[in-house]
């Protein structure tokens, strides 16, 4: 038998969804997922959740990039040194263009690969909880508490005007 179980509220409001994000903070639930149309910067806001650390994914993949572009070409030059006028072998200028493409496509690459890592697609919440309106016009705060915390959860949900309340086990 599962402790845990899932609480969720619809709303029609966002300002109402921040306020009672808010308050089950305040009153020690830490375990909540919130269900928006659109993005809103006032619900990312509230909820805290951390930066993503795809952008590191993308600083390594560009550096790499740029690592591979100065030895591919350099090595390349070196191995099959072809002397043209007064020019160096090895000469900066020329491997920039290669340079520069690696590191966007190495970037862009690693990007992606950080982004399907850190997806976590198998963390949704059930399906059961999924409310299809949340993809029209309404707002949904589900809170995952174990059992003794459920009336609490409730109250908060319907004193700040949910329209409905769901419950499932987790």
Request: hydrophobic fraction near 45%; charge should be negative; charged fraction near 20%.
């Amino acid at each position: 038998m599962k402790d845990n179980q899932g609480v969720l509220g619809i709303f029609s409001y966002v300002d109402v969804t921040v306020e009672t994000v808010k308050k089950l903070k305040r009153a020690g639930f830490q375990k909540l997922r919130v269900f928006s149309p659109v993005p809103n910067h006032e619900i990312e806001d509230v909820m805290d959740e951390p930066e993503s650390i795809v952008r590191f994914f993308t600083l390594f993949g560009a550096m790499l990039g740029a690592a591979c572009g100065v030895g591919f070409t350099v090595l390349t030059s070196s191995d099959w040194p072809i002397s043209v006028s007064a020019k160096p072998i090895v000469s900066l200028p020329p491997f920039i263009v290669i340079i520069f493409e690696l590191t966007i496509l190495m970037g862009a690459l690693s990007t992606l690969l950080g982004l399907l890592i850190n997806s976590r697609l198998r963390r949704n919440a059930p399906s059961s909880m999924y409310d299809p309106r949340f993809s029209e016009d309404k707002f949904g705060v589900m809170v995952t508490c174990d059992k003794e915390s459920i009336n609490e959860v409730e109250n908060i949900l319907s004193s700040q005007g949910a329209e409905e309340i769901k419950f499932d086990e987790v």
